[in-house]
């Protein structure tokens, strides 16, 4: 077996057997990967705490047939004790998580964008700084548009035409003028199109400023523009804690 290093944030994992642990991980240079991880449930294992959800990690694994197995592991950042103690920060990081396992679906294909922006979102949620609901749209909103899927929030997203616009479309890529509107477009607060244009730019001050309503309003739509694209719900959305 080729041996081989990475960095990479631990998205899920499941038991195997009675002492080991199957990791699945977003890397930097071989994007997901499934690795066991031999002995790691045994209170004695020298890695065992570093192979949990929101951990950012240096590991070393030995590319097997079907998994890989991790022989050693370094922590880079643990986040995952200030995010796992508080709810609304583990719901929201939860759904990134998940979020990122959906949208890089190959294993062993390369995502260093997704990668980079993952734990960048997850250290922006770990440090309190904004509300885990503005963190997490955000990321959402940017990991959708890195995957292709832009939304658009100013202009047309169907001609073009100079905004801002009133409706709001989810088949179509957001904002859409009157002339492309079609039925089942909402009409949502011209204050929630400049949050979620900031939410998407990293203008975190406008974000941090917007009022609850208009957060609220943001939520549906950027919920229901990632799993229109995804094609299927998160089961971790719904326990997402919202204002």
């Not at 990791?23 to 499934?34: A, D």
């Amino acid at each position: 077996m080729s041996l081989y290093r990475d960095e990479g944030i631990v998205l899920r994992t499941q038991k195997l057997g009675e002492a080991d642990r199957i990791v699945t991980l977003l890397t930097h240079t071989h994007g997901k990967v499934r690795a066991v991880g031999k002995g790691v449930r045994r209170t004695s294992s020298r890695f065992g705490a570093r192979l949990e959800p929101f951990m950012v990690v240096d590991l070393q694994l030995h590319a097997g047939r079907s998994l890989d197995i991790v022989t050693q592991v370094e922590t880079i950042h643990a986040f995952a004790r200030p995010i796992c103690q508080d709810y609304a920060m583990y719901t929201a990081g939860t759904a990134m998580l998940e979020t990122a396992e959906r949208l890089v679906e190959a294993e062993g294909e390369p995502a260093p964008a997704q990668f980079r922006l993952l734990v960048s979102a997850v250290r922006a949620l770990a440090e309190g700084a904004h509300s885990p609901s503005l963190v997490l749209n955000s990321y959402l909103l940017r990991a959708l548009s890195i995957a292709g899927w832009a939304p658009s929030f100013t202009d047309c997203a169907r001609c073009g035409a100079p905004g801002p616009h009133r409706s709001f479309a989810v088949a179509q890529g957001g904002a859409v003028c009157g002339v492309c509107r079609q039925p089942g477009a909402t009409s949502p607060a011209q204050e929630t199109f400049a949050l979620l244009a900031a939410l998407l730019s990293g203008e975190w001050g406008t974000a941090d400023a917007s009022d609850e309503r208009h957060r609220r309003e943001a939520d549906g739509l950027v919920a229901a523009f990632l799993q229109f694209h995804l094609e299927r719900q998160l089961r971790s959305l719904r326990l997402v804690e919202r204002v």
